[in-house]
């Protein structure tokens, strides 16, 4: 379902030790990217429990936007694989809130990659557009 002049929300994720900072390089460096998004830093991408992403998609968020370090570089050794693990368990839990894979999206964005965090996001505001409103709203 698509709907002219939709503009999402998307409650964003960020690690403290890298994703946060390819945030704020993307900022300082004046990247462009959508304003939709809303960023919640975490310790790392690993503390975020799926219960906190369904809230978000009931309670008023048309997306979720995950950002952790590179496989290898989380500061906490396997945090960012625990939320690769969960991210199964958030795609089971959409089903049965009937809410469409595209509301959720797991990425790594490193310290050093502002360009990459504005493509994300970029990417993840287009994808969740398409889908339309959280039917929760
Ligand atoms: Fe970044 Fe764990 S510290 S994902």
New binding site residues.
């Given amino acids: 379902m698509a709907d002219n002049g939709f503009e999402p929300i998307i409650i964003t994720y960020c ?5 946060y900072t390819g945030a704020d390089l993307a900022g300082t460096s004046r990247l462009q990217y959508p304003h939709n998004i809303r960023i919640i830093r975490v ?4 503390m975020v429990h799926p219960n906190l992403v369904i809230d978000a998609l009931t309670n008023g968020a048309d997306g979720v936007l995950m950002c ?2 590179h496989e290898g570089d ?3 050794r396997e ?2 694989l625990r ?1 690769k693990a969960r991210a199964d368990a958030i795609s089971l839990m959409l089903e049965d809130f009937n809410l469409e894979p595209e509301r959720y999206r797991l990425e790594w964005v490193s310290a050093s990659e502002g360009p990459r965090f504005a493509q994300v996001v970029t990417e993840m505001v287009e994808q969740v557009k398409k889908v339309g409103p959280s039917p929760y709203k």
């Fill in positions: 690690c403290y030790w890298c994703s310790q790392c991408s690993g952790g370090c989380c500061h906490y945090g960012n939320a």
